[in-house]
């Protein structure tokens, strides 16, 4: 089992940067693929970035490639989204979460584990 803990939200201008983390707490977080997703108001919740178990290479939603990047440490336990270049669109409750469905990291419904969300806000 694992709880995750987001951090690093905040409220930014466009075009600056935001890192947020994800610490997950567990002995296993190593077998699980990562993903990111964004709930923006008025929206479903949506894929934002994953990391699949075993692999260094992120995948992404088209509208934050070349942006943002996704990065794991198995030692810390925790998955970091690198947000570069924000823009207001980018607006959302961000969430962390954890799944065993190594093949379908962008559908929200197959993740094992969520935390608990933290807001991003981009001014224009």
């Known amino acids: 089992q694992l709880q995750l803990v987001e951090s690093g939200g905040g409220l930014v201008q466009a075009g600056d940067s935001l890192t947020l983390s994800c610490s997950a707490s567990?002995?296993?977080?190593?077998?699980?693929?990562m993903g990111w997703f964004r709930r923006a108001p008025g929206k479903e919740r949506e894929f934002v970035a994953g990391?699949?178990?075993?692999?260094?290479?992120?995948y992404y939603t088209a509208s934050v490639k070349g942006r943002f990047t996704i990065s794991r440490d198995n030692a810390e336990n925790t998955v970091s989204l690198q947000m570069d270049t924000l823009r207001p669109e980018d607006t959302a409750v961000y969430y962390c979460?954890?799944?065993?469905?190594?093949?379908?990291?962008?559908?929200?419904?197959?993740?094992?584990?969520w935390g608990q969300g933290t807001q991003v806000t981009v001014s224009s």
């Open positions: 979460g954890a799944t065993l469905d190594h093949l379908r990291m962008n559908n929200a419904r197959v993740y094992n584990y």
């Open positions: 567990g002995r296993t977080f190593a077998s699980y693929s």
């Open positions: 990391l699949r178990r075993g692999d260094d290479n992120g």
